[in-house]
């Protein structure tokens, strides 16, 4: 079955950075796009960002725009998240998700907190 693990989350002082892993398991990982999430405490659960298959390809959300990267590495099942000049704001439980089968998937998530 398919599984998702987050990890690499923490408190970190805004301006501080983090790099967020998803380790993915259970369906061929090279072939599908992964996105990261994240929720703030009382708001939606918001895309963050996207990578292609075969990371040729990356979108961002205007908030994290030139503070985050995502990337991948398929022979380690990997998806990456650096975030870098992290704000107050960025203060959220981040996941990874894969459409599989035309269902969404998701990991349980990892917390960071950007707070002083």
């Known amino acids: 079955q398919v599984q998702l693990a987050e990890s690499g989350g923490g408190l970190v002082q805004p301006g501080g950075s983090l790099t967020l892993s998803c380790a993915a398991d259970g369906f061929a990982f090279s072939f599908y796009p992964m996105r990261w999430y994240r929720q703030a405490p009382g708001k939606e659960r918001e895309l963050a960002a996207f990578i292609t298959f075969n990371g040729d390809g990356t979108t961002y959300a205007d908030s994290v725009k030139g503070r985050f990267t995502i990337s991948r590495d398929n022979a380690k099942k990997t998806v990456y998240l650096q975030m870098n000049m992290l704000k107050p704001e960025d203060t959220a439980v981040y996941f990874c998700?894969?459409?599989?089968?035309?269902?969404?998937?998701w990991g349980k998530g990892t917390l960071v907190t950007a707070s002083s």
């Open positions: 998700n894969v459409v599989f089968a035309g269902m969404d998937y």
